[in-house]
């Protein structure tokens, strides 16, 4: 079946940090990918998604691009701030038209001031 | 996008009680979706709920446990029935619109 290997965590970096988050899929036929974050306190949000090899996703500084010859969607930001602090989820939607969502373990994210 | 609200926020029960957590989406939606984030884990999808049919139960979760109502486009319930502390989690709904999903603010369940 589908599933999704993420970077284990915790992760802490100095503010203005270079920020990679590993993430590896397997999957039949060809997913979308998505990262979703949840702040402290918070409920889960899209981040970014990308549907088909190639796409790069991108929002609030955070990238991620759809490689289907490595199977990886890695999360990238060139410069961490505090307000980044969560844990981040690296998923997969099946399109065979189901739609269900498969998540990664999450990573949890710190940045110190 | 979609807006998407649970009942309770959370709850304290007692082991062998039920809970039923209600789902509401601003907007009608085909697909909705229950999952469950155990403490310190990821999301684990428990079915699969469209509006007319019955819900489809992922591997490890069963109707007589978390039996699911889907009266309608916008509305859905989860119950959790013969609570045992094993089932303290957040639940969260979510809906897919436009191949996104979007989740509601989980019900953060505690059992005693």
């Known amino acids: 079946g589908d599933s999704v290997t993420q970077m284990e965590g915790p992760v802490t970096l100095s503010e203005e940090a270079f920020l990679t988050i590993n993430c590896t899929y397997t999957?039949?036929?060809?997913?979308?990918l998505f990262w979703y974050v949840q702040y402290p306190g918070e409920g889960l949000q899209l981040l970014l998604k990308?549907?088909?090899?190639?796409d790069k996703g991108s929002n609030k500084g955070f990238e991620a691009t759809y490689r289907k010859e490595t199977t990886s969607f890695h999360l990238e930001k060139g410069s961490v701030q505090v307000s980044d602090s969560a844990v981040y989820f690296c998923?997969?939607?099946?399109?065979?038209?189901?739609?269900?969502?498969?998540f990664g373990t999450g990573t949890r994210l710190t940045i110190i001031p | 996008s979609a807006v998407i609200s649970q009942k309770p926020s959370r709850d304290i029960c007692q082991r062998g009680t039920s809970l039923t957590i209600q789902c509401q989406v601003d907007?009608?939606?085909?697909?909705m979706f229950w999952y469950r984030q155990q403490p310190g884990q990821s999301l684990t999808l428990i079915a699969t709920?469209?509006?007319?049919?019955?819900?489809?139960?992922e591997s490890g979760f069963v109707i007589d446990k978390f039996p699911i109502s889907r009266p309608n486009l916008t509305f859905s319930t989860l119950t959790v029935s013969n609570m045992s502390p094993e089932d303290s989690s957040i639940y969260l709904c979510?809906?897919?619109?436009?191949?996104?999903?979007?989740f509601g603010p989980g019900t953060r369940l505690t059992v005693t």
């Open positions: 907007s009608q939606v085909t697909m």
């Open positions: 999957a039949t036929g060809y997913p979308s």
């Open positions: 979510s809906v897919e619109t436009s191949h996104e999903q979007y």
């Open positions: 709920a469209n509006q007319g049919s019955e819900a489809t139960y």
């Open positions: 998923a997969l939607s099946d399109r065979g038209g189901n739609e269900k969502l498969t």
């Open positions: 990308a549907t088909k090899a190639d």
